[in-house]
């Protein structure tokens, strides 16, 4: 029994979390150094990633599992900022621990505790945000920054704010910016990196014989069943009149449908469905139409984009309005890819990464998403001072909070948190950590210490600019990582959780 059994899962968690962070905490901020990682067939790949190195570690221990997991969190939720947390959950345990191995403090003190420190920090940062909008400097120094340690983050950054630009408010949904939506980020290799004023569709047309481009296109998206006659019911049968007449209805039914089709006016068609007969894919070589597959996913995005209406139904040919508008539709043979250009509704951009090999071009394609989701953070919810300094200058306003008892616990444990992040970005410029985060603490709010040269430096000023919402959300989930492994007194072998265990019967 006793081997099932980690009586000290406390010691032996927070190891764990603190060894997850000590593989990333190097790679934080623009002197952040670069992990080589490498799997059992000896492939390597040099990342600077927080969340891809996370990923691809052989993590064996169960509580570092669940770092990586709330790690690939933050990414989904705000798209930067992984490293930031970890290194901060990090801390949080260590001090929580202290808290409670040293002093005594109960572990669900310390919990609670962390749950209102985290509360309160997110809360003084909010005070100290600044707001910016999409043609001020602030959106070039947000998206800088966090492109800042990455490949070719300069170049990649002026990209990004350009594809920001061109989309501009035709962004915005709901009042809020959603780039999801507006800027999509693909990675080729072998091109140029570029911004394309439209959709990639990353195929050719279906037959090399059809136009290659198609000016003042008018498009239809086809949802229709292009396959009125199975395969199966020829094959099925075996009575030679039957088949034939199987088959001249086949190509009766093709021409109808493709005469439909063209009697909308649509020079180009985007063809949705899940068949197509031989007869119709003919025809339509045959009309001169522009003619391509579709994913599911790209009916969403090209509908939006060009105001088509997908068509389901063969009355819905006769409608008005299903069309959608783009000034240019082409391929680029050379690259098998698509371009759908000035749509309708001009609220689609496409940034084309380029990459020599698969590992370059994924890693840049990261880090330009990375760009485009601190930017459109910072546009919703505004910025703050960069570099650790926004976090280091909330400390002292959260301690002289007067707060009850066990909530003043967990400003401490947060409070460390805030402190690590200055404290690992200078240690990994080469100085001592420590000493500068206690210099910087006697500056201005705004107020860091410069990453070159040891100084003083005002981040605002300077340009170091982080979106507010990447650091509450990393400060959220470090809580949350911290307040799991705290609350946890033993580590017990279990038999298989996967089924019967957790299964909401035996609750
Ligand atoms: P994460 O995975 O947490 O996003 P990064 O490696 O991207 O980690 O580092 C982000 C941190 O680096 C932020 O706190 C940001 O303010 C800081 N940073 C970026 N540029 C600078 C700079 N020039 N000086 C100081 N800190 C910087
Ligand atoms: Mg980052």
Known sequence: MAQNIEFDALESNVNAVIAVADTVRTTLGPKGLDKLLIDQAMNRHVSN???????????IHPVARMVVEIAERQEQLVGDGTTTAVVMAAEMV???RRLIKELGVHPTKVVEGIESGVHYA??????????????????????????ASKLDGKKLASIVIQAIRRVGNNAMYNGLYDFDKSIKVIRRMN???????????????????????????????????LKPIKDSWLKENSRYEEILSMEKDRVAKAKEIVDAMLSTGANVILIASPEIDNV????????????TIISTDEVESITRYTGAKPVRMFEDLKHDG???????????????????????????VTVIVSGTTKETSLERWRAARDGVNAAEAALNKGVVAGGGAAELHIIDKMKSLKLRGLEQVGVDVVASALESIMRQILTNAGFNGLEKVMMAKALPDTFGIDINTGEPLDMLKAGVLDPLLVKTTALKAAGEIAKAVLRIDRNLAAEDLSQQALSESKR
């Open 322 to 348: 299903i069309l959608g508008y783009a000034d240019r539709v082409y391929e680029d043979e050379d690259n098998g890819i698509i371009y759908i250009e000035n749509g309708k509704n001009k609220n689609i």
């Open 191 to 225: 091109m140029e990196d570029r911004i394309v004023d439209g959709i990639v569709l990353e195929r050719g047309r279906i037959d090399k014989e059809m136009p290659i481009e198609v000016k003042d296109s008018r498009i239809l998206v086809c949802k229709l069943d």
């Open 94 to 96: 260590k001090e929580g």
């Open 280 to 291: 119709v894919e003919n025809l339509l070589v045959n009309r001169r139409v522009f003619a």
């Open 122 to 147: 997110c809360e003084l940062l909010e005070q100290v945000t600044k707001r910016i909008s999409i043609n001020d400097v602030e959106l070039e120094h947000v998206v800088n920054t966090s492109l």
């Open 49 to 59: 990633d927080g969340v891809t190195i996370l990923l691809s570690l052989k993590t």
